[in-house]
């Protein structure tokens, strides 16, 4: 059964920075391109980052390129999300999947607030 479970969301103060991580099983996750959602309250999903199977090429949406980064680590079946010069719009339920994203398998997510 594939799974995903997120972690390392937090209340934080604008300008904060938070590490997120995703750890995923019953899949070939070595093999796979993956991804970060976010949604925040009342809105549709949002795509914001993607990472190859080998984790040599990235992507990232305008809204958080240059305070993104994500990584892969292909031994632990995990990616992570670091999270730089968070903004209050940034506040979301953020979620990790395959590349495109696959709608069958979500996680429970993890909560990100920024606020003061």
Aim: hydrophobic share 30%; with cysteine; proline share 5%.
């Amino acid at each position: 059964e594939v799974q995903f479970v997120e972690s390392g969301g937090d209340m934080v103060q604008p300008g904060g920075s938070l590490r997120l991580s995703c750890v995923a099983s019953g899949f070939a996750f070595t093999n796979y391109d993956m991804s970060w959602v976010r949604q925040a309250p009342g809105k549709g999903p949002e795509w914001l980052s993607a990472i190859n199977s080998n984790g040599g090429v990235t992507d990232y949406a305008h809204s958080v390129k240059g305070r993104f980064s994500i990584t892969k680590d292909n031994a632990k079946n995990t990616i992570f999300l670091q999270m730089n010069n968070l903004k209050p719009e940034d506040t979301a339920i953020y979620y990790c999947n395959e590349d495109p994203p696959d709608a069958d398998y979500w996680g429970q997510g993890t909560q990100v607030t920024v606020s003061s």
